[in-house]
Each structure stands twice: as C-alpha cells, then as structure tokens.
C-alpha cells in the first residue's frame, strides 16, 4: 500500500513563493508519473502538474510559467515550486500518480497541505 504524505502549504501573500513536498512510501516514483492535484473550496479536484517517468513534465493553463514540478527518485519525494502565487492558487493540494489519463489507478489520497494566499 502506497502512502502519500503531503508538506509544505501555508499563508502567503500574492506574489510570493512556496515549496509544497510529497513523501511517498516505497521506491515507487522511478516507476511511475506522478503529479500534483488542487481542490478549492466548492470546486473539484483538478490537475495542476504531471511529470512522468521520463521527466517530461506538463502544467495546467493556468500555472505555466509559475509553478514548477520535480522528482527526486532516490529519496522518493516530489516537489511542487510555485511562485507569482495568485489568490486563485489558494486550495488544498495533493499529490498522486498521474492517475487513468495515463493508465494507472490513483493511490490512496493523502491529507493534502493547504496553500492560501491573500490579496
């Protein structure tokens, strides 16, 4: 059973930069795409980054530019660095692999790590 843990959420302010972590149990992410999800308030879960097991890595519309997605296979983490953060940005956000689009089912959820930035 995979477990996902992720960190690295707080309050900032537009404008300013977070580092968000995911720690995933087992030597699973040399394997596999992973990716960063978000869910606001009312809204669904959506799709906020990809990066696949080649390093290839894809962005929602509404990040390119801004956030930032890596992998450090050997320590089992993957990051998620945003920056020029908007006030649209604030959600819970979580990390998974990259899910049925790309053929694979979705880990057990995490808690998630809540970023929220003010105007």
């Known amino acids: 059973q995979v477990q996902l843990q992720e960190s690295g959420g707080g309050l900032v302010q537009a404008g300013g930069s977070l580092r968000l972590s995911c720690a995933a149990s087992?030597?699973?992410?040399?394997?596999?795409?992973m990716a960063w999800f978000r869910q606001a308030p009312g809204k669904q879960r959506e799709g906020v980054a990809t990066?696949?097991?080649?390093?290839?890595?894809l962005y929602e519309d509404s990040v390119k530019g801004r956030f930032t997605i890596s992998r450090d296979n050997v320590k089992n983490m993957v990051y998620l660095h945003m920056n020029s953060l908007k006030p649209e940005d604030t959600a819970l956000y979580y990390c998974?692999?990259?899910?049925?689009?790309?053929?694979?089912?979705?880990?057990?959820w995490g808690p998630g790590t809540q970023v929220t930035v003010s105007s």
């Open positions: 998974n692999n990259a899910g049925p689009s790309w053929g694979m089912s979705f880990y057990s």
């Open positions: 087992g030597s699973i992410l040399s394997a596999t795409g």
């Open positions: 990066i696949l097991t080649g390093g290839m890595s």
